[in-house]
């Protein structure tokens, strides 16, 4: 790295979370907080008061001795404490650490251990789920976060103290010392599908940064209202409380809600005339449904909701436009990028013209790289490839708030080259910019040095009516590595043959991409959580060819 | 500084210039940008092309021996190779220096002498200027930034190279290298009134997050259009390019213009659709006079002006906005601030109602501090004053883009405190959070502990439609410490008396505020430039007093 004259400029001024919420309180004091109850109850705040409150909070947690360097752990919903936590914990150079309450119990063990968690905070209604991790090593006691008195609260938890009887008598100023940029902010777990969960730890300077590109692509000010949708322990809203309190936008805390709650969620998009909301297609598809119920929909003009986890369906996409005005964006990220790397918000104006038809379909991509971020997708030898919208590769991002590594797992480090994070995720760039994924990288079919899209033969298989369900494999082939194998299940009472699969996918693919074997059958293998089990099908039919 | 859990996000990702051009030449490498020649003819290029041009510059300054620790100087306009360089020169991990071309000869040499400028590049047009400080010690060579052919330029200057030529045989990828953050990508002098020129170096660091700031808070994006009318080399466009970049917006080069080229000006933000120009008053003045002499004014809505160097007069803003749709946004800052500290763009909607001529006044305040600045006012014994709208004090400033120091000059050490850069300039805070300046410090008059502002004052009297000119001035008082003097200069063939200033004062200031003496003058002392110079009237009181 090359070295030059040193700057008279403020370079030793360290990027704080703390600042954030300052430059909120200090220029936007009167600027909303709106938050729901565990009772489902609305209430209103503002930054002032919630400076004052976040102040105390650190006070609170000082005198229990939290302080630089401790892990403190939050299960807890979009609670105006949840907000609050991320900023106190953090203020103290302390690591907030976010539980995933919808882990396995077994997980969340491991992830409160191997965090090293040396306190947790639970809202009251998730007692049951801490209780099972009563006896968790390391952890020195547990705050109950509830607006109850203290002896309304049973609990089988030992060292258990109560957040909001301590905050009581601390003072609404608390001198924040600066922390060191590189100190862990915040910690999150990764929810993997295969072997334990994976620790990330974010920095301050990660954080802030991430933040302050959220709010310039999402295009977030003060005078626009954030609303909060997936939950705080999820990775798809870690970074969006920080990015909202840092352009001091007003912000609707849902609190609690689950399946059955999805009117008070949209009813609150609408009454407070929400701006920018995050989600994804599991809560957005059942909201557009609420909506389609009511006499008279809201007209949403003017709400974007950023929507991650999967690329959302275009029938959810269109039909939020159509029925609310609303927009739904789709953006690209994971627990490795904190969590946002890309986003499809406006279409560029040096794009060529499109069909609505083509416009659509562009929304679906995963967007384009935000300012900070650098991405590539690189073939199995690591080489980048073109940006021709067909070279597919493996995507790999980098940029100051990717993870480098996993906290403590130096058996993962093969997930991390160069400085790049190996997303596991194939795709392409076009040459516009857009990057679109397709495979998990290892649902790819790596075919004499090139690779086929199992996703896009799927669909293409579903192109026929008769088809239920389609899974494209690859099989281990002699001469060509791999080679695709196609599982098709009828629709009850159908009938399809091989010949009639093979046709249509003729008229889509080159030939040496077309399967090697079409397999009509009844079912198809599912893990445990009911998704389709690639891996049993590969070793079913290998065992199979051996027999 | 506190030091907790060190994270595992990518914290050793350094801010670099080179990243910010690379993420628009990657995404958006259509994105136009649009130069003026000295011809006067309009090109067009793109940042993919403008990419290719900054690595065969790097390419050719690296085999002059450019390279980490050197200062380059710049005299040149709003060109493209201007542009350039401001990427081209940082990539290396050289500094970019900018020479104000306007300074006096024996400043420019100053300023070259004492940044150990080692190679200064030139535009042809600006020979002459350069020929004057042929012999400046330290300079290694001059390079000359031309169109033509090195056989049609004549100069005196003593090694010369061409950089055209230097550049034609070099490819079109360079293989920038990591720069170490905080080293100076850029150097720039103040033009005080006292002393010689104090330099500050900005790093990549701070200038990055400096372009972050000013893409969230002026609404920066790739669908915007970007004209850098202020000179590149001025301090008031000193950040802006970086942040045009940083955003991939579409940008203006107006290259070479002097004051009759204003209408050049005037039809390019109309016919390219400019949504985003800086400015000052001095350069919208004559543009609006230009509009208003046309037939058909342009309509101009949705383009935004950030007007900085002083308040923009109401007459101005009114006029443009009503004449043409375009707004102009007041913002403060300084070469100390590289350049934006404070900017008064959209009112939040937290602000009470206001009458139209309420919200004119406030958009001629400084506005509200941008995302990162942390700003106080002090009173002389440092205390922070409450945000009352009427606790004056000294405006200090801190944050990552802000100075703390001068480069070698630890005479001025008395500029810097604890981190904060100490204004100069006097003004409030309000209960909104607005900043209002008032006076430059030297100006303000402290009286019994209390401040009165002189400039409040002097524009009180112009309300009397007699008064020509009027300047008030604290002189010393062994009881209050200063009392104010005001001198009144009446209109041509106007009379003006002392009782009659009076009582128009007295309707708005507070007795204890009121003049101790008003003295009609026929004309008032100006310095060499034609400023007021109040530190002459306050010598020539005081020496009258004593006779």
């Known amino acids: 790295m090359l070295e030059g004259l040193r700057a008279t400029t403020g370079d030793d001024y360290p990027l704080n979370m703390t600042s954030l919420l300052r430059h909120a309180a200090t220029t936007f004091p009167d600027n909303e907080i709106v938050y729901r109850d565990l009772n489902g109850s609305w209430n209103r705040t503002n930054y002032r008061e919630e400076f004052a409150r976040v102040s105390k909070m650190a006070g609170a947690l000082s005198r229990l001795g939290v302080g630089a360097g401790d892990m403190v752990g939050v299960l807890d919903w979009n609670s105006r404490r949840h907000l609050e936590l991320y900023f106190a914990v953090p203020g103290l150079a302390a690591t907030m650490l976010q539980l995933n309450l919808r882990l396995a119990s077994e997980d969340l063990g491991y992830v409160i251990e191997h965090s090293q968690a040396s306190w947790v905070c639970v809202d009251e209604s998730l007692l049951p789920v801490a209780e099972a991790h009563r006896d968790a090593p390391g952890v020195k006691g547990w705050i109950v976060l509830s607006d109850k008195p203290s002896d309304q609260i049973e609990t089988t938890l030992p060292n258990v103290v109560f957040l909001e009887e301590l905050m009581k008598d601390e003072p609404e100023e608390y001198p924040f010392e600066w922390v060191e940029e590189k100190t862990a902010a915040y910690a999150g777990y990764t929810t993997g599908t295969t072997g334990r969960p994976k620790g990330i730890l974010y920095s301050h300077r990660a954080m802030y940064l991430h933040s302050m590109t959220v709010i310039s692509s999402e295009k977030l000010n003060y005078n626009e209202t954030v609303m909060l949708v997936t939950p705080m322990f999820h990775v798809m809203c870690w970074g969006f409380p920080q990015a909202a309190v840092g352009a001091a936008a007003r912000i609707i805390l849902p609190g609690r809600w689950q399946a059955q709650d999805i009117g008070v969620l949209a009813e609150a998009l609408a009454e407070e005339h929400v701006t920018l909301a995050n989600g994804a297609p599991s809560i957005l598809t059942p909201m557009l449904e609420y909506y389609r119920s009511l006499p008279t929909p809201p007209d949403l003009t003017g709400l974007r909701i950023v929507c991650g986890a999967s690329e959302p369906p275009l029938s959810l996409m269109q039909g939020f436009k159509e029925l ?60 980048p490839q073109p940006h021709d919208g067909e070279s597919a590769g493996e995507l790999l991002i980098r940029g100051p708030w990717v993870a480098t590594s996993y906290y403590n ?56 009516p008769r088809v239920a369900e389609a899974a494209v494999i690859g099989v281990p082939d002699p001469k060509w590595e791999e080679r695709p194998v196609a599982y098709v299940v009828p629709k009850e009472g159908q009938e399809v043959t091989e010949d009639s699969v093979l046709d249509l996918l003729a ?3 080159a030939k040496w991409q077309l399967p090697e074997k079409i397999i009509v059958s009844a079912e198809l293998p599912r893990t445990s959580v009911g998704k389709l089990n690639k891996r049993q099908m590969r070793e079913d039919y290998t065992s199979e060819q051996s027999n």
């Open 409 to 464: 797992r130096p058996d993962s480090a093969d997930s991390f080259e160069d400085g790049w994070w190996r997303s596991g995720d194939a795709g392409v760039i076009c040459e516009n910019g857009y990057l679109k994924l397709t495979d998990r990288l290892k649902d790819v079919i790596k075919s004499g040095g090139e690779w086929i899209s199992s996703i896009d033969m799927e669909n293409a298989i579903l192109d026929n």
């Open 324 to 383: 609310t005005g609303g927009e739904i964006i789709h953006a690209y990220g994971a627990s490795e990028t904190s969590p946002m790397a890309t986003t499809n918000g406006d279409f560029p104006h040096t794009l060529p013209e499109m069909s609505e038809e083509e416009a659509w379909d562009l929304k679906r991509y995963q967007g384009l790289p935000m300012l900070g971020v650098d991405i590539k997708v690189a073939d199995l030898d690591g080489n």
């Open 507 to 509: 008229q889509r693919f």
